[in-house]
Structure formats: C-alpha cells, structure tokens
C-alpha cells in the first residue's frame, strides 16, 4: 500500500516536466494527496496538494504560477505539471495522501519512493 512518483529527470532551467502519482494497493478517491520535496541537506518541504475530487487545490510560495496539480481519479493517480523549472527545483520529489487538507507533512501517509528532478544546463 503505498504510493509511487516518476517522471523526474534532468531538464534544462526553463524546461517543463509532469510527474506522476500512482498508487498500489488503496483507492486514491478518498484523499487529498500533496506532493512534497527535499534537497540535498534541506527538509523535506511541501509544494502543493489537492482535495479528493480535485475541486481544492493548494501551491506554495514556490510553486505557484508555475506548477499545476491535477488527479484523474478513474486512473488512481495525481499529477505534478512543473513549468519554468530553476535550478532551485532541484530536489527529490514525492507524493502521499493525507485525510486532511493540509501541507503538514506530519498529516500525510503512504510515502513512497521519490523521483529526483534534476534542473541544470
């Protein structure tokens, strides 16, 4: 039961790229999902989230103008479309799902394994 992240690679500064969130074993219907990062020798830091039926949906600071988050609930999954990248996107990224609508990471469950999103020329 858990939840898995791709789509990262390596990507030029001003590149886009989309991830995805799939879940394993758990309907994703019921729960809101935030996608979070962490870069080299920084916390892990929230980047945007959305409510169960895709009606709410939340950026930070850093995110907003330029990442947009999405679900398709028949597909169990979440996405993260990241345009304008910076090298300051630079980071593992990951996703989990939480009961509440929220960007505290204590609230959120079922982390899998991330996927590194390397933005360099």
């Known amino acids: 039961v858990q939840l898995q992240a791709s789509g990262g690679g390596l990507v030029q500064p001003g590149g886009s790229l989309r991830l995805s969130c799939a879940a394993s074993?758990?309907?994703?219907?019921?729960?809101?999902v935030g996608w979070f990062r962490q870069a080299p020798g920084k916390e892990r830091e929230g980047v945007s989230c959305?409510?169960?039926?895709?009606?709410?949906?939340y950026y930070t600071k850093s995110a907003k103008g330029r990442f947009t988050i999405s679900r398709d609930n028949a597909k169990n999954t979440v996405y993260l479309q990241m345009n304008s990248l910076k090298p300051e996107d630079t980071a593992v990224y990951y996703c989990?799902?939480?009961?509440?609508?929220?960007?505290?990471?204590?609230?959120?469950?079922?982390w899998g394994q991330g996927t590194l999103v390397t933005v360099s020329s």
């Open positions: 989990a799902a939480s009961i509440q609508f929220t960007m505290q990471t204590s609230e959120y469950f079922n």
């Open positions: 074993g758990f309907t994703l219907d019921y729960y809101n």
């Open positions: 959305i409510s169960s039926s895709g009606a709410r949906t």
